[in-house]
């Protein structure tokens, strides 16, 4: 099961910082279109800022959650924002677990949420943000493959490769922060049936946020 302890500002700035050491990845990539729930996730290969090509292929075995994300965005903001730091503890306890959670950013150049590899780096450490990487998408390719519509948009993906949930990240669909504690957490409640081999209750949802900026 995920373990829901808050999960610190440290911590979490130690590991945005660990991004440097090659994680993060770029938008050189090709991806499959869009899959439905209990069949397979589309296909991604991407080459990372040290210059390593990073297929979703790659972690076989492990749990992959995609986060798509625009620092801009105010319900971006409302899952970043203390004192919740919703964002940060759910990537804190998929570390714990052995899953693979990365941010994803289809803002195209010039749009909203549009960042630099540096810029991207800098963010998750000003925020204490933990994903193992983040993947820039400035063409919108991976995004359209997912169909990936709003910042946020959650998916969950199985060790085999299957897409078990897409939707939101909650029940409650506002920006406010306060909000937070009320709501039922769809990506926890599905990274928990997937760690039990059970299926997921709530496998889709509409997703809420701002628009993908492609």
Request: aromatic share 6%; hydrophobic share 40%.
């Amino acid at each position: 099961m995920i373990n829901r302890r808050q999960f610190g500002i440290a911590a979490g700035m130690a590991a945005a910082v660990a991004l440097t050491a090659g994680a993060l990845i770029a938008s050189t990539a090709s991806a499959t279109p869009a899959s439905d729930i209990g069949t397979a996730a589309p296909a991604f290969t991407g080459t990372t800022a040290s210059g390593e090509t990073v297929s979703l292929s790659d972690y076989a075995g492990q749990t992959v959650v995609l986060e798509w994300t625009n620092h801009d965005c105010p319900f971006v903001k409302k899952h970043y924002a203390e004192p919740h730091l919703n964002m940060q503890t759910l990537q804190g306890d998929a570390a714990e677990n052995d899953t693979v959670w990365f941010q994803v950013i289809s803002s195209a150049p010039g749009k909203q949420g549009h960042v630099s590899a540096e810029e991207a780096i800098a963010l998750n450490e000003q925020r204490g943000a933990a994903p193992a990487g983040v993947i820039l998408d400035p063409t919108g390719e991976i995004g359209r493959a997912y169909d990936a519509k709003t910042t946020p948009h959650m998916y969950v993906i199985d060790g085999e490769g299957l897409l078990q949930y897409a939707g939101a990240i909650d029940s409650v669909r506002s920006s406010k922060p306060a909000d937070i504690p009320d709501a039922e957490n769809y990506v926890m409640a599905a990274l928990d049936s997937v760690a039990a081999g059970e299926p997921v209750a709530t496998a889709t949802s509409k997703a809420y946020g701002c628009s993908v900026k492609y």
